[in-house]
């Protein structure tokens, strides 16, 4: 059998590689939409999970098509979106080789369990990254009380 591509292709696709069990058990925003500096900051992404696939018996409304104004059965996927809570806001600036990181601002108020996820080790840990960094006199700082 000297073609073996053709009497046996392969099954599936090499990008999907390596198949696997996920690591973690939730997903990351792996794009972002093109930010407007002209608009005020918010969200740009929402995180979701997909939770499973049901089928829905919808009535078509295509004109000009054979199944218009009939009932057809369609899958579709289920996407649970849980409550999100902001726990903290990242500065970007541009760079010439992309995005970089600029501050990261986190909130006050905080409980531990959920300062455990930004830690490797946490008992090991200094948790200084929780610290707010005071300057040595108050009159170095530009305080607008106005």
Do not use: Q
């Not at 499973?52 to 009535?59: K, N």
């Amino acid at each position: 059998m000297s073609h073996r591509k053709f009497s046996a292709p392969r099954h599936g696709s090499l990008g999907f590689l390596p198949r696997k069990r996920r690591s973690r058990h939730h997903g990351k925003v792996k794009s972002f939409p093109k930010d407007d500096p002209s608009k005020p900051v918010h969200l740009t992404a929402f995180l979701g999970y997909k939770a499973g696939m049901t089928h829905i018996v919808r009535e078509v409304d295509r004109p000009g098509s054979k199944v218009n104004k009939k009932e057809v059965v369609e899958a579709v996927t289920i996407v649970e979106m849980p409550p999100m809570v902001v726990v903290g806001i990242a500065g970007y600036v541009e760079t010439p080789r992309g995005l970089r990181t600029f501050k990261t601002v986190f909130a006050e108020h905080m409980g531990d369990e959920c300062k455990r996820r930004f830690y490797k080790n946490w008992h090991k840990s200094k948790k200084k990254i929780y610290l707010c960094n005071k300057p040595a006199h108050p009159a170095l700082v530009p305080w607008n009380l106005k």
